[in-house]
């Protein structure tokens, strides 16, 4: 058993090693190939963060984390929520367009306003769902062209929600008071930096702890996974297969409509037309990269902004266009995936040894005590 253990143990850290290795060395090609000075771009992304960047790697953790979530609720039923992106649009503008009313005060306010998100992004989720239990249309399709659907949408609804900004070009909702604001985490008195980490790094903590006691110690995790990797076998125990796409649709809006919260609240204070695109399909990857599991999609999730964060220096420091950095980032996700199914294959074909092993160890006195 003891013997057993340490084997998994050895596979589990050897499928992130493997990833690592071939990531780099992948990469590595591409330089060359591509003619970039190979030593240079790594110098610049292998260096330590500035303490301002440290800070703003944690930032954009923080809000990948929450994308990543959203999008880690589907995969564990074999779902492919790839709307989180629209649902984080139309989420985000609901609440800034509530929050920005004022009606209810202070803490009170920007509570009610997260809950309105979670609605926000539930509802609009719930459409992909209905209409695959309902008339079979795969979720990936659905997802997809609901996000078009909430980018212009929202687009259109925020030309009549708009505030007129004295001497600004910009269209945005009304700007949230003061006491509807969720004050920064200072580090200064570790990092020596003014700036601060977003106080919604609080909710992120709790939505991946809510995330891992669900899925891990609760029936309806079970439930679920079950579900995800058998749906005939879960039909046999009992499950309800119809009810679980929509629940889990369900929650996976609902987390997505999280995703744009710190921003909100801790930088941006209303929604406009410059609002951060694309974090519902950086989800994707970073939960791709943590393997759908609480703690790897925070690691995945640093990891990410690191890569951004220093892809700015790309430039200067090496003189490369700092899109390399996403083609670094689709090798990453690339070489995991290869990674781990190596490793899975790998570690399978041990466990059928081992048995095989065993079964024949069995055999051998009973073959003794027949020929006896």
């Given at each position: 058993?003891?013997?057993?253990?340490?084997?998994?143990i050895?596979?589990?850290?050897?499928?992130?090693?493997?990833?690592?290795?071939?990531?780099?060395?992948?990469?590595?090609?591409?330089?060359?190939?591509?003619?970039?000075?190979?030593?240079?771009?790594?110098?610049?992304?292998?260096?330590?963060?500035?303490?301002?960047?440290?800070?703003?790697?944690?930032?954009?953790?923080?809000?990948?984390?929450?994308?990543?979530?959203?999008?880690?609720?589907?995969?564990?039923?074999?779902?492919?929520?790839?709307?989180?992106?629209?649902?984080?649009?139309?989420?985000?503008?609901?609440?800034?367009v509530?929050?920005?009313?004022?009606?209810?005060?202070?803490?009170?306010n920007?509570?009610?306003?997260?809950?309105?998100?979670?609605?926000?992004?539930?509802?609009?989720?719930?459409?992909?769902?209905?209409?695959?239990?309902?008339?079979?249309?795969?979720?990936?399709?659905?997802t997809?062209?609901?996000?078009?659907t909430?980018?212009?949408?929202?687009?259109?609804?925020?030309?009549?929600?708009?505030?007129?900004?004295?001497?600004?070009?910009?269209?945005?909702?009304?700007?949230?008071?003061?006491?509807?604001?969720?004050?920064?985490?200072?580090?200064?008195?570790?990092?020596?930096?003014?700036?601060?980490?977003?106080?919604?790094?609080?909710?992120?903590?709790?939505?991946?702890?809510?995330?891992?006691?669900?899925?891990?110690?609760?029936?309806?995790?079970?439930?679920?996974?079950?579900?995800?990797?058998?749906?005939?076998?879960?039909?046999?125990?009992?499950?309800?297969?119809?009810?679980?796409?929509?629940?889990?649709?369900?929650?996976?809006?609902?987390?997505?409509?999280?995703?744009?919260?710190?921003?909100?609240?801790?930088?941006?204070?209303a929604?406009?037309d410059?609002?951060?695109?694309?974090?519902?399909?950086?989800?994707?990857?970073?939960?791709?990269?943590?393997?759908?599991?609480?703690?790897?999609?925070?690691?995945?999730?640093?990891?990410?902004?690191?890569?951004?964060?220093l892809?700015?220096?790309?430039q200067?420091?090496?003189?490369?266009?700092?899109?390399?950095?996403?083609?670094?980032?689709?090798?990453?996700?690339?070489?995991?995936?290869?990674?781990?199914?190596?490793?899975?294959?790998?570690?399978?074909?041990?466990?059928?040894?081992?048995?095989?092993?065993?079964?024949?160890?069995q055999?051998?006195?009973?073959?003794?005590?027949?020929?006896?």
């Amino acid at each position: 058993m003891r013997r057993f253990d340490l084997r998994r143990i050895g596979l589990g850290v050897a499928a992130p090693l493997l990833a690592i290795v071939v990531a780099l060395l992948l990469t590595t090609l591409i330089l060359l190939a591509a003619g970039d000075p190979v030593v240079a771009v790594w110098q610049v992304l292998f260096k330590a963060p500035l303490p301002r960047q440290m800070v703003a790697i944690v930032n954009e953790a923080t809000v990948l984390y929450l994308s990543a979530v959203a999008v880690a609720i589907g995969f564990k039923m074999n779902l492919f929520n790839i709307g989180v992106d629209g649902q984080y649009r139309v989420a985000s503008f609901a609440a800034a367009v509530f929050a920005g009313q004022h009606f209810l005060p202070g803490w009170l306010n920007i509570i009610v306003s997260l809950l309105v998100a979670m609605a926000t992004g539930a509802l609009w989720a719930l459409i992909a769902g209905l209409l695959k239990v309902t008339r079979g249309v795969s979720e990936v399709i659905a997802t997809i062209m609901l996000n078009y659907t909430a980018t212009y949408l929202v687009a259109y609804l925020l030309k009549g929600a708009a505030v007129k900004v004295e001497g600004s070009n910009a269209t945005s909702t009304a700007v949230l008071a003061e006491d509807s604001r969720v004050p920064g985490i200072s580090l200064e008195w570790l990092l020596g930096t003014p700036r601060q980490v977003y106080g919604l790094i609080v909710l992120a903590i709790l939505v991946g702890v809510a995330y891992w006691f669900v899925m891990n110690k609760t029936r309806f995790g079970f439930d679920l996974r079950a579900t995800g990797a058998s749906e005939s076998a879960a039909v046999a125990s009992g499950v309800r297969v119809k009810k679980m796409v929509i629940v889990s649709m369900v929650m996976s809006g609902a987390a997505a409509g999280l995703v744009g919260m710190p921003l909100l609240f801790g930088q941006d204070y209303a929604y406009g037309d410059t609002v951060q695109s694309g974090l519902g399909f950086a989800g994707i990857a970073v939960a791709l990269l943590g393997r759908n599991n609480a703690l790897g999609m925070g690691v995945a999730a640093l990891l990410w902004g690191y890569l951004n964060q220093l892809s700015n220096g790309l430039q200067i420091g090496a003189g490369v266009s700092d899109r390399l950095v996403l083609i670094i980032q689709g090798v990453i996700v690339l070489s995991v995936v290869i990674a781990y199914e190596l490793v899975r294959r790998a570690g399978l074909r041990l466990e059928q040894r081992r048995v095989a092993t065993e079964l024949a160890a069995q055999a051998s006195p009973q073959a003794e005590e027949v020929a006896a």
